[in-house]
């Protein structure tokens, strides 16, 4: 089968992070690239998941409350409306 050359466009940190890993694995980045390609025709799509990244710590540790509050709500102040929490908030300034 014939080769043919192709051009993609890829950051620079990008390429340096995967040609070092993949120098790693005894593979360079074209090697790569066909690989993937095989494996995606193969497979008829692309072949592995792509999601959103997962929450950072912040966020979980933000659901992880939310959760006891639910659990727990009792340890926690509650206001009737917004005029009431905007009080309290505002009550030592």
Do not use: C, W
């Not at 950051?11 to 340096?16: G, I, L, R």
């Not at 040609?19 to 690239?33: K, N």
């Not at 966020?59 to 206001?79: C, F, G, R, V």
């Amino acid at each position: 089968m014939a080769k043919v050359a192709t051009s993609i466009t890829i950051d620079s940190e990008t390429k340096a992070q995967a040609q070092e890993l993949l120098s790693d694995l005894g593979l360079d980045l074209s090697t790569a690239v066909n690989i993937f390609l095989r494996q995606a025709i193969r497979e008829n799509a692309i072949p592995f998941s792509i999601s959103r990244d997962v929450p950072n710590a912040d966020t979980i540790a933000a659901i992880e409350e939310l959760d006891e509050m639910k659990k727990h709500p009792e340890n926690y102040k509650s206001y009737g409306n917004v005029k009431e929490m905007m009080e309290d908030i505002l009550k030592d300034v």
